[in-house]
């Protein structure tokens, strides 16, 4: 497959981004440093292309239903105007993927990972009833910019045309208009910090793009990559779909079973997950380690014990000041305080001393 | 782009700068920084370490990966880049010069394996792909 160009591509490498595959598309990782733009998200604002992002609509006098069996969130409490975060679980609980769901009047539009876009269309065709459920994908004709920050809603109040942006509260989102384009507003994001998702047609992208780009300029906003947006999100103990969890794991033991709703009656994984939910084995936790002891995907966890767990995600936090990491533990390590090893490296061998910390690593100030 | 015409790379991506006195500055490429991302701390050999070619050297470590360093000649390290300690950006925005990472008294001849930068250049580019 060959990778796609986001609409925005040639605006990045005016910026100066350094251009890497990701999940299909050629993305921007970096423009100048990864430490700034986190630093210019967490102080002032950052301006994301997030365009890779799938957008599939369902509609249909079935939608709703269709959306309950689907997803692990329990659909039927999202009100027009809202969104939701859940997973598609397979029927032994491993996840399809994460995703956020958006009601609007008469449809849903279902935001998936890129990467597993393809995925994630073949398990909602194979799940469609005989009829009252039409799925049509968006991907491919919209954009999605993230505009992250404390200063993010000053960036953009001006710049919309009907009501307040400020009037939408988090995990809502309503249409408007920006720069005279047609979009939805979405105060949604991946960050940790306040801030707006924007939805619109491919062909708008530039001129939202650079409508913010400049408006945010006296404010110190910055374009901020994909490696940015890695160190943001870990910071904000969010899990990575193809890191953190994947068909083989489930939202349970992902430390997600604030969006698995067992009670709202049979759905996708449903039984597994009830299996899982009364006797789990393993645990998502955050680890702290040092500042200079960073850990990475796939090494190892030990206690006096023996190997405990993996680590999922690692990095520095640079708003934490520590290296940080995220990874499944067995159970009873799970707790707070917990002193743990990661084996850095085994040849020669190096472990890094290692914390049970809660989720998330960083908080807003004020949250 | 800085003038490279003294500099030598090696296929894992450091360089080596002769200077006056049998001595030489060691470093990392830009392609190679470019690569790592923004550089979070470096590990490092004491002074009076001793450096074989295409032995370990220490290890940079960035925000998405740790990288080891491999000494590009045979010599005896006779400073560390103690700038590059506390402020490891340096390495991201100036790999040539502020950049460096260690000096050494080289033991005698570069090896001949090294590249010139036309030829290291033509190397990073295809490593791109």
């Known amino acids: ?367 | 782009m800085p003038d490279l015409s003294g500099f030598k790379f090696t296929k894992t991506h450091e360089w080596v700068r002769p200077a006056d006195g049998g001595e030489a500055f060691i470093g990392i490429s830009d392609h190679a920084q470019g690569q790592l991302g923004d550089v979070i701390f470096l590990e490092l050999p004491q002074v009076g370490a001793r450096l074989e070619p295409g032995a370990r050297l220490g290890a940079v470590e960035s925000v998405k990966a740790a990288s080891d360093l491999y000494a590009p000649a045979a010599g005896e390290v006779l400073e560390v880049n103690a700038a590059v300690n506390d402020a490891p950006e340096l390495v991201n925005q100036d790999p040539y010069e502020r950049g460096w990472l260690v000096k050494v008294r080289l033991d005698g001849e570069l090896p001949d394996t090294l590249m010139d930068d036309a030829a290291y250049q033509a190397y990073a580019d295809a490593d791109q792909h």
């Open chain 1, 1 to 367: 497959m060959t990778d796609i160009e986001v609409p925005l591509g040639a605006i990045h490498r005016q910026l100066g981004a350094r251009m890497t595959p990701f999940g299909g598309y050629i993305m921007p990782m970096q423009y100048r440093s990864i430490r700034e733009e986190h630093e210019a998200v967490r102080r002032r604002a950052g301006l994301f292309d997030v365009s890779h992002m799938g957008e599939v609509m369902v509609r249909g006098s079935g939608a709703l239903d269709y959306l309950q069996n689907l997803v692990s969130n329990d659909v039927s409490k999202l009100a027009e105007g809202r969104a939701l975060y859940g997973v598609m679980c397979r029927e032994d609980g491993g996840i399809v993927d994460d995703l956020l769901v958006y009601r609007d009047r008469e449809e849903f539009m279902c935001v998936i990972n890129a990467a597993r876009h393809d995925a994630d269309l073949a398990w909602m065709r194979q799940h469609l009833p005989p009829a009252g459920v039409e799925l049509l994908d968006r991907s491919a004709e919209t954009f999605l910019i993230a505009l992250q920050g404390p200063r993010a809603l000053e960036i953009l109040e001006p710049l919309v045309s009907e009501g307040s942006p400020q009037e939408i509260r988090y995990y809502h989102h309503r249409p408007g208009t920006v720069a005279g384009v047609r979009l939805r507003l979405s105060r949604t994001g991946y960050t940790g910090e306040d801030g707006f998702e924007l939805y619109g047609p491919s062909e708008a992208a530039e001129t939202i793009w650079t409508a913010l780009y400049e408006r945010g300029q006296e404010y110190g906003l910055m374009p901020a990559g994909l490696g940015a947006r890695d160190t943001l999100r870990l910071e904000a103990g969010l899990r990575l779909y193809g890191q953190d969890i994947d068909e083989g794991t489930d939202p349970i033991t992902a430390g997600l079973g604030w969006v698995v709703k067992l009670a709202k009656g049979a759905f996708l994984g449903s039984t597994a997950l009830r299996r899982i939910s009364e006797a789990p084995t393993r645990a998502f936790v955050g680890i702290q380690l040092g500042p200079r002891q960073i850990a990475r995907p796939h090494q190892a966890i030990f206690a006096d014990s023996g190997e405990v767990g993996v680590v999922t995600s690692g990095s520095f936090g640079f708003s934490v000041g520590t290296a940080i990491a995220m990874g499944y533990v067995r159970r009873e390590m799970a707790a707070p305080g917990t002193m743990l090893k990661v084996r850095l490296r085994q040849e020669p061998e190096l472990w890094a001393e290692a914390t049970v910390v809660p989720l998330p690593f960083y908080h807003r100030p004020g949250q």
